[in-house]
């Protein structure tokens, strides 16, 4: 009799248990949907040109995790998207077209050795800072070890390491690489045209310039490579 309520006993709490594990596991599962619908809402901008999408800072600086390891993994995926997503913007910014300087327009030109050095500066520089934030934020985007930096202080389990991780990769994805290696390189190539262009009024410096606000020069010949050199902006420059 007394090992049949010892059964009984041990039969009630096991099933307890596994009612308990069974909540947990549920409760498991809607955090992590619940972060995933967050971090949903974030990706979808990246493939799009409407970067500064304010719902989507709004997500990045609310909470849906209140306490827990989950609380942690969002802390710090939001942290890292909230990273990724202010260096895709500064990059997004160098790489647009319409935000680009003119080292061309006749107001910028001075025919002056001087003054075309100083230019051709600013396009260095502008190379620079294009480079940086390209690589930042391909290391941002795929060295795990950066990604890890985020989590390294949260003292995680690899269960929850492993589902940080996954949420990491919902933008790293070849299409978003090809976009922007592409407008990183027509960048660059659009830089080296304008910095061609102000060598070649350089060298020829005593051969132009600005009347009425427009360039001019003492040879046809002169002229024709000149509108060489240029003509490459409006073809959309390719590698």
């Given at each position: 009799?007394?090992?049949?309520?010892?059964?009984?006993?041990?039969?009630?709490?096991?099933?307890?248990?596994?009612?308990?594990?069974?909540?947990k596991i549920s409760i498991d599962f809607k955090k992590e949907a619940k972060i995933r619908d967050e971090i949903k809402e974030v990706t979808k901008v990246f493939g799009t040109a409407?970067?500064?999408?304010?719902?989507?800072?709004?997500?990045?600086?609310?909470?849906?995790?209140?306490?827990?390891?989950?609380?942690?993994?969002?802390d710090s995926i939001k942290l890292y998207y909230k990273d990724l997503y202010s260096n895709l913007k500064n990059l997004n910014f160098l790489l647009d077209e319409e935000n680009e300087y003119n080292y061309l327009a006749v107001s910028n030109l001075k025919p002056n050795s001087d003054a075309l050095l100083k230019s051709k500066d600013l396009i260095n520089?502008?190379?620079?800072?294009?480079?940086?934030?390209?690589?930042?934020?391909?290391?941002?985007?795929?060295?795990?070890?950066?990604?890890?930096?985020?989590?390294?202080?949260?003292?995680?389990?690899?269960?929850?390491?492993?589902?940080y991780l996954e949420l990491t990769n919902e933008v790293n994805d070849e299409t978003?690489?090809?976009?922007?290696?592409?407008k990183y390189n027509k960048a660059n190539n659009r830089l080296d045209v304008y910095n061609e262009a102000l060598t070649f009024l350089e060298t020829n410096v005593k051969h132009w310039e600005i009347k009425k606000d427009t360039i001019s020069f003492d040879s046809t010949e002169i002229y024709d490579e000149y509108i060489e050199i240029t003509s490459k902006l409006n073809e959309g420059v390719t590698e």
């Open positions: 009799m007394k090992n049949k309520k010892l059964l009984v006993g041990i039969i009630v709490i096991l099933v307890l248990v596994i009612i308990g594990v069974t909540i409407n970067i500064d999408n304010e719902d989507v800072n709004a997500v990045l600086e609310r909470r849906v995790i209140t306490r827990g390891d989950y609380s942690k993994v969002e520089n502008t190379k620079a800072q294009i480079e940086e934030y390209y690589n930042l934020f391909i290391n941002y985007l795929t060295v795990e070890d950066t990604k890890l930096s985020y989590v390294t202080s949260k003292d995680l389990s690899n269960y929850y390491i492993k589902f978003l690489k090809e976009n922007l290696l592409a």
